[in-house]
């Protein structure tokens, strides 16, 4: 079973604030950012005119720690302290499943299993003991 992990962190709104703190504080190194605006529509997840300019994607690393980084969308719930996931990318689709339907036993699940832009299959749930995960097929 080939699983890769990474950590995700949601800003509400002051993503590339922070991104610009973190790199100055910690000597970290800024990925490319992709802001809403740059990123194809998705009726599913509008966002106002006032987020085209915030940061949909990008990412830190601090040593060789890799996080992903974003924005969160005003129609999000934020809570300071709860914007920390833990994103999987799992070799196949019906693995993904699995680990999906798993962890969503005893859990919310905040987006069902679909496929975007950006991955083959994708999901996110929070599970029984209050950690968020993100899966994406590979």
């Excluded at 490319?32 to 740059?38: A, D, L, M, S």
């Excluded at 720690?65 to 914007?83: C, M, Q, R, W, Y």
Aim: negative net charge; glycine residues 10%; contains cysteine.
């Amino acid at each position: 079973m080939g699983i890769r992990h990474m950590i995700s962190i949601n800003f509400n709104g002051n993503c590339r604030e922070a991104m610009d703190f973190y790199a100055s504080v910690l000597n970290a190194k800024t990925g490319g950012i992709k802001t809403f605006g740059e990123t194809p529509p998705d009726p599913s997840f509008p966002y106002p005119e006032s987020y085209r300019d915030k940061v949909a994607i990008s990412d830190i690393t601090i040593g060789d720690t890799f996080i992903h980084v974003g924005d969160v969308l005003p129609s999000e719930k934020f809570i300071a302290g709860g914007n920390i996931t833990m994103q999987l990318f799992i070799e196949g689709v019906d693995e993904t499943k699995r680990i999906f339907d798993g962890l969503s036993e005893g859990g919310e699940v905040t987006m069902e299993l679909i496929k975007t832009f950006y991955c083959t299959l994708c999901g996110s749930v929070t599970d029984k003991y209050g950690l968020n995960w993100h899966l994406m097929a590979v």
